[in-house]
């Protein structure tokens, strides 16, 4: 059950008593519909939600459709922080905390704890769970124009930008470079807003290109995304309606890099009429060059102009080492066109097989000791359905090997007691200790392994 309102504590005139009972401080995920909370109107506006017996919760509403909470669970004794107009403070031993949940002064201690926010399709919250990074999304990761030297400007299309991780995704940035030797300038950007969920729109003009193909890479990056920038293939294809139908490829060539074991992102290549008429009969064919063979596919949407070639390679078992093979284009009664393509697979330092790892099917699930990386045991995380981390399960404090505790979900030092959450970030214990030491997870989304360096 939510209760709603304003947070009241009493205030001593000196140190009070620690609660007989500490709350649980991170509550498992609730729903909250925010159109039914007149507090979380306007910008900036607060509310304190209370869900079940865990700890009260702080939901700010800090853009149009961004919120963000926090447990108000102190974390030096466990009382109950106070809720004001110019800040968060703790009535047990003064410590006093920013909007945000950072720790301003009074009794040294942690920063408020933060919440994880997702927003549903409906509009609603589910808060609650250990925050996880945002994960940059796009909609698409292909955007095609089609004139002709005598038609209008193509319409212009958009690409929705979204989060599916946690947390607030902002400072969204773009980058726009076009293809090696190509012309500049025929293409446009405008965002909406720098925050997810955000509308890319992208604007194409001919100007005075002559026929041919055309092709741009826009770079989209978010601060804290753990999935890293992500990338979209535009091109531009003007046609010549007056001549006869021919082949014309986005790119010629195609790189991908890949762990022992991993399965790089596939990429697309659009196949285009750049005459007139119609082009049919399009077929695609694999050629192994160097290294091992059957490691990629190569797969047409439909076999009439334009259409989508998505070319998917898989490391597998292929060993270390450079791989390369050229992909076939046909058509009917017009010249074939070739893909280039390259297959980088590098040594990784330990890699994890997901389904050996029951707790790593569920978002905020941990596995504990899943090998050894730098001569250390290793812990990994789910931090979205696309996402993982992984942390030295070296205590930072005084490098005791650190349990996994509370259903798979933080981690506890067996030393001094030291709580560590599933983002590897320290809550509590007698001595301060740093957060656990990150490793470098390589992963791509639909993939049975992970590597970690």
């Given at each position: 059950m939510l209760?709603?309102?304003a947070l009241v ?9 620690a ?7 991170v509550?498992a995920?609730f ?5 039914t909370v ?8 607060r509310?304190?939600?209370v869900?079940g ?5 702080l939901v700010?509403?800090v853009?149009?459709?961004q ?5 108000l669970?102190?974390?030096h004794?466990g009382t ?10 703790c009535?047990n031993?003064?410590?006093v ?7 301003l ?5 942690a920063?408020l704890?933060?919440?994880d926010?997702?927003?549903?399709s409906d509009g609603s ?15 698409r990761s292909?955007?095609?124009f089609l004139?002709?030297?005598t038609g ?6 958009t690409?929705?930008i979204?989060?599916?991780?946690g947390g ?6 773009l980058a726009?470079?076009y293809?090696p030797?190509?012309r500049?300038g025929?293409l446009?950007?405008?965002l909406?807003?720098?925050s ?7 604007s194409?003009q001919r100007g005075t290109?002559p026929?041919?193909?055309?092709s ?7 601060a804290?995304?753990s999935n890293?920038?992500q ?5 531009l294809?003007?046609?010549?309606p007056t ?7 986005s790119?010629?060539s ?6 022992i074991?991993?399965?790089?992102a596939?990429?697309v290549?659009?196949?285009?009429n ?14 192994y060059i160097a ?5 990629l596919?190569?797969?047409?949407n439909q076999?009439t102009a ?12 292929l ?6 093979a ?5 058509a009917?009664?017009v010249a074939s066109r070739?893909?280039?393509v390259?297959?980088?697979v590098?040594?990784v ?17 941990v596995a ?12 990994v995380?789910?931090l979205s359905a696309?996402s993982f981390a ?5 205590c ?9 505790v ?8 067996p ?6 959450n ?8 007698p001595q301060?200790a740093?957060?656990?030491?990150p490793?470098?997870?390589t992963?791509?989304?639909g993939a049975t392994t992970l590597?970690?360096t």
């Amino acid at each position: 059950m939510l209760s709603l309102g304003a947070l009241v504590s009493g205030c001593g005139d000196g140190i009070i008593s620690a609660p007989v009972q500490v709350l649980d401080v991170v509550p498992a995920p609730f729903r909250l519909d925010p159109a039914t909370v007149p507090e979380l109107a306007p910008i900036g506006g607060r509310t304190v939600v209370v869900s079940g017996t865990s700890a009260p919760v702080l939901v700010e509403r800090v853009g149009s459709a961004q919120f963000r909470a926090l447990s108000l669970v102190c974390p030096h004794r466990g009382t109950i922080v106070e809720v004001a107009s110019s800040g968060l403070r703790c009535p047990n031993h003064q410590a006093v905390f920013a909007n945000d949940g950072t720790w301003l002064s009074g009794q040294p201690t942690a920063g408020l704890t933060p919440l994880d926010v997702r927003r549903n399709s409906d509009g609603s919250l589910m808060i609650g769970g250990t925050l996880t990074p945002p994960v940059l999304s796009l909609n698409r990761s292909a955007v095609v124009f089609l004139t002709t030297l005598t038609g209008t400007a193509p319409a212009a299309q958009t690409v929705a930008i979204g989060n599916d991780g946690g947390g607030m995704l902002g400072d969204l940035a773009l980058a726009l470079t076009y293809g090696p030797g190509q012309r500049t300038g025929w293409l446009s950007l405008a965002l909406s807003q720098a925050s997810a969920p955000a509308i890319l729109t992208l604007s194409a003009q001919r100007g005075t290109l002559p026929i041919g193909v055309y092709s741009a890479t826009v770079t989209i990056t978010g601060a804290g995304v753990s999935n890293g920038a992500q990338t979209l293939s535009v091109s531009l294809l003007v046609q010549d309606p007056t001549t006869p139908a021919a082949l014309q490829l986005s790119s010629s060539s195609v790189a991908f890099t890949a762990p022992i074991g991993g399965t790089p992102a596939a990429q697309v290549v659009q196949c285009n009429n750049s005459g007139g008429g119609a082009l049919a009969g399009l077929a695609a064919t694999i050629d192994y060059i160097a290294g091992g063979r059957g490691w990629l596919t190569a797969t047409l949407n439909q076999t009439t102009a334009p259409a989508a070639l998505t070319v998917r390679p898989s490391a597998g078992t292929l060993a270390a080492g450079s791989y390369s093979a050229t992909v076939t284009i046909s058509a009917n009664g017009v010249a074939s066109r070739t893909i280039t393509v390259t297959l980088t697979v590098t040594a990784v330092g330990l890699l994890v097989t997901l389904a050996a790892w029951p707790a790593l099917a569920n978002v905020g699930g941990v596995a504990g000791s899943v090998g050894n990386v730098n001569g250390g045991p290793v812990a990994v995380t789910r931090l979205s359905a696309t996402s993982f981390a992984a942390f030295s399960m070296r205590c930072p404090h005084a490098g005791t090997t650190i349990n996994v505790v509370n259903n798979g979900t933080s981690f506890r030092c067996p030393n001094h007691g030291a709580l560590f959450n599933s983002a590897g970030v320290w809550q509590s214990s007698p001595q301060r200790a740093e957060n656990l030491v990150p490793l470098t997870v390589t992963y791509t989304p639909g993939a049975t392994t992970l590597s970690v360096t």
